[in-house]
Nanobody
């Protein structure tokens, strides 16, 4: 059974930084990533990273966010810099294995002055 533990959300001023972390257990994951959902909007991809380290970013976060993973520890982090009010959302960790995908419980990120 897959368990995901997220941490690192919070309130930050525009231009500030936050780092989200997700610790996964249960199996080996082909793809790990982060999605977000703002109020009244659909959940959207933020960034993903494959086991060899190939990354994919939403256009809206390119150059500001960096995703990384530690395969030995089964963790995936999202470093978010130069945060904007439009980054405000619940951020969800997502992992995919050959058996399917799983979601974290979500962590709130609020960017406001």
């Amino acid at each position: 059974q897959v368990q995901l533990v997220e941490s690192g959300g919070g309130l930050v001023q525009p231009g500030g930084s936050l780092r989200l972390s997700c610790a996964a257990s249960g199996r080996m994951f082909i793809l790990m990533g982060w999605y977000r959902q703002a109020p009244g909007k659909e959940r959207q991809l933020v960034a993903t990273i494959s086991r060899p380290g190939i990354t994919n970013y939403a256009d809206s976060v390119k150059g500001r966010f960096t995703i990384s993973r530690d395969n030995a520890k089964n963790t995936v982090d999202l470093q978010m810099n130069n945060l904007k009010p439009e980054d405000t959302a619940v951020y969800y960790c997502n992992v995919k294995s050959v058996l399917g995908e799983d979601w974290g419980q979500g962590t709130q990120v609020t960017v406001s002055s």
